[in-house]
């Protein structure tokens, strides 16, 4: 079994482990909760890995939502096609985590803030094994595929996750958050792959069902009423 001490931010030093099996995935992941995330990026696709690593990964994004960390996940479009999947993914936007969808996701990956990720150590291979990377000059480049996609990924099918709270779709919730955190238009635009109009659209939206006036009652009134 591997070691699953691996829980400190060190973004100074690099280093490689190699993962053999899903069990060893599934013991990272949970190692992961004894460490203070600011933010996880999921890749879901079918296979190689198996349902373990989803439910180790529905537990964990509902943990670090609690705790307030921001939780972004990718899975593939045609989830309704295994059932198993389709349940885990549901757990995991019940949690308040961010999903999108896309038509082809053949690489599985969980990026941790930006200086830890678990890929896997040959994608052409199908197989199980990965490998645990240290490091922002290990990881960026991972955080930074995984960005791109994001950006061109469809929000969340509702009849996978359902609308989230307060009946927010996923689009209006991660602007919500980000509002939140004080980023401009332009800042929100660029961290979610939408356009400025749609960004100013999707809020004035928001702001006008809440009945509030200004960015900052949004931000407010969002919390209080816990959708964000």
Known sequence: MESQTLVRSDTTRTALQPLIDSDSVANQLDALHGRAVRELRLALPRRPYDRRVRE?????????????????????????????????????????????????????????????????SDPALGESSATLLRGRPLVAGHQALFDQVWASGAPMDRRVGGPGRGGLDEREREALVLLAEGLTDEGISRRTGLSVRTVRRTIAGVMSRMGVQSRFQAGVEAARRQWI
């Open 56 to 120: 180790r990964a529905a537990l964990l994004s509902a943990e670090l939502v609690r705790r307030g960390a921001r939780v972004r996940v990718l899975h593939l479009a045609d989830v309704a096609r295994d059932p198993a999947q389709a349940e885990d993914l549901r757990r995991i936007a019940a949690s308040g985590a961010q999903l999108r969808a896309l038509p082809r996701l053949p690489v599985w990956m969980a990026v941790v803030d930006r200086d830890l990720a678990i890929v896997p």
